[in-house]
Every structure is written in C-alpha cells, then in structure tokens.
Nanobody, 126 residues
Framework: QVQLVESGGGLVQAGGSLRLSCAAS????????MSWYRQAPGKQRELVAR????????????NYKDSVLGRFTVSRDNAKNTVYLQMNSLKPEDTAVYYC???????????????WGQGTQVTVSS
C-alpha cells in the first residue's frame, strides 16, 4: 500500500519560513518523480516544485513555479524516502493546502501512476 504523509504545515507570518516533509512508503522512491502541489480556496491545484528521480543529475532535475523561484527549495533524501519543501520569505498568497505527489512505480505495480498525500495546510498572515 502506497502512503505519502505530509507534515510541517502551520501558521506563519509573512516573511517567515516553513519546511514541509513528505514521507513515502510503498513506492520505489528513488525512481519516482516527486512534486509539491498546492490548492488555495476556490482555485485549481497547481504545481509548486518538482524534483526528478535520482537518475537525473543535470540542471533539469528541479523546477519551480515562477512565483516561488528563489524562495522555495525542493530536495529529497532517498535514504529516508522523504521529499522536502523549504519555503522562505513566505507571502500571504502562498496560503494553501500543500500536497505531496509521487509519479512512478510502486512495490506492487510496475506501471507508473500518480500517488497523492492528504495535504497539509499552510497559512501565511500579513
């Protein structure tokens, strides 16, 4: 069974920082593409940051939504099966539920597909 468990969300003042974590189980973590999405009330879910499987080592390994570039950093620890999103200089417009996403194969299915966590709330006050 695949599980993605996010943690680290909360309430922070504008200009502050938070670090989100997503612990994965049941997937071939190092071979999965890992992403962070967010969804604000009344808006569609949007891609925030993505980190490719560990086999990708060039500049294409990470990419970011334009509005978070330079403020957010995505990273992964394959030994811990965990992906992180370091969020600095937070703005009220960053307020949303943040979701962890994995795309790839699992221990029970070689076919690649999307897996989602339950989400963690991030609220940035002005």
């Amino acid at each position: 069974q695949v599980q993605l468990v996010e943690s680290g969300g909360g309430l922070v003042q504008a200009g502050g920082s938070l670090r989100l974590s997503c612990a994965a189980s049941g997937i071939i973590f190092s071979a999965n593409r890992m992403s962070w999405y967010r969804q604000a009330p009344g808006k569609q879910r949007e891609l925030v940051a993505r980190i490719m499987p560990s086999s990708i080592t060039d500049d294409s390994r990470t990419n970011y939504k334009d509005s978070v570039l330079g403020r957010f950093t995505v990273s992964r620890d394959n030994a811990k099966n965990t992906v992180y999103l370091q969020m600095n200089s937070l703005k009220p417009e960053d307020t949303a539920v943040y979701y962890c996403n994995a795309y790839g194969s699992s221990h029970t299915s070689i076919a690649s597909r999307d897996y989602w966590g339950q989400g963690t709330q991030v609220t940035v006050s002005s």
